[in-house]
């Protein structure tokens, strides 16, 4: 029975048992997508990732994610997790390359002044696309809200996506606070509005200026709630950006988790180039534990 090393770090924050957790196993080329999908149904977390050899030598290595349910083409707290537990491990690693589903992503890792790891930055694979729009009853249906708690002045609810897509709407602050996923509503909306990625993932905001507070919900895909959410958080950043046509670039701070005990802080930049709105999106992260797992 091949047994491999893991580690878990909690990112997007520097205060161990906040931020979102992510398991990182060492290995497992030799494992079927079967038994990847079995460790992280296991581990139980938001996503767990697997580190194998890169398929092209010039890249640092190749990622392959899951969440509770699925594999997924691209999620942001497991890149920042990944890097922060590989720079542990190979003491001179600034910078990286992880080959993963939705393309290339390319990290610069951060350290204290005695080398030891403190965050990374990300640059999401790809750049700002938009979907459907959905009328403001669709969210008041699946989070349990009222008529007036979503905010439609600047931009209906919309799938947007850096590599991973989810619906992103703005509330009220108090209706942020009430959110309450209805199962059966998430069900009927995925059918009435069929996703590509099979999932109906729902990321909302309430804004101050720079400052973004947020809350993203995805029961479909066995996240009743997430504590970080670096996929959802950078196509919300470009979303924002790209309302603003005579504005280049963007830093928001953004806060997710509070309500969930879990606070976490993103800092994500949006900024326009000649490939569409792109976005880069950095994290502390604190190690919390290491072993190794039979499979």
């Not at 994290?283 to 534990?289: D, E, I, P, W």
Request: with cysteine; glycine share 8%.
């Amino acid at each position: 029975m091949p047994t491999f090393p893991f580690f878990t770090a909690d990112v997007f924050t520097d205060t161990r048992f906040g931020g979102n957790p992510l398991a990182v196993v060492i290995g497992g080329d030799t494992l079927g997508s079967v038994t990847m999908q079995a460790v992280a149904a296991e581990f139980n977390l938001s996503e767990t990732t697997f580190v194998l050899p890169p398929a092209d030598p010039a890249n640092t290595a190749r990622i392959r994610i899951f969440n509770r349910t699925a594999e997924m083409d691209f999620a942001g707290h497991p890149m920042v997790g990944t890097a922060f537990v590989l720079a542990g491990l190979q003491p001179h690693l600034t910078e990286a390359t992880f080959e993963i589903p939705a393309g290339i992503v390319r990290v610069r890792i951060e350290r204290n002044a005695d080398g030891t790891p403190l965050a990374a930055t990300i640059a999401a694979p790809k750049p700002l696309s938009l979907g459907e729009t959905f009328d403001a009853e669709v969210i008041e249906r699946v989070l349990r809200l009222e008529p007036g708690d979503v905010v439609t002045a600047t931009h209906p609810p919309i799938v947007a996506s850096n590599g991973n897509p989810y619906v992103i709407a703005e509330l009220t602050r108090e209706a942020l606070a009430r959110c309450a996923p209805d199962l059966e509503a998430f069900r009927a909306a995925l059918t009435e509005h069929p996703q590509p990625s099979g999932r109906f993932s729902v990321h909302v905001y309430c804004r101050e200026g720079l400052t973004l507070r947020t809350r993203m919900f995805a029961p479909l895909a066995g996240t009743w709630e997430d504590p970080a959410t670096g996929s959802a958080n950078a196509p919300l950043a470009c979303l924002l950006l790209s309302l603003e046509p005579a504005t280049n670039k963007a830093a928001f701070e953004i806060h997710q988790g509070v309500e969930m005990g879990r606070p976490s802080l993103l800092h994500v930049e949006a900024r326009r180039s000649q490939e569409g709105i792109v976005a880069t999106l950095r994290g502390t992260c604190v190690a919390v534990m290491r072993g190794d797992i039979s499979v």
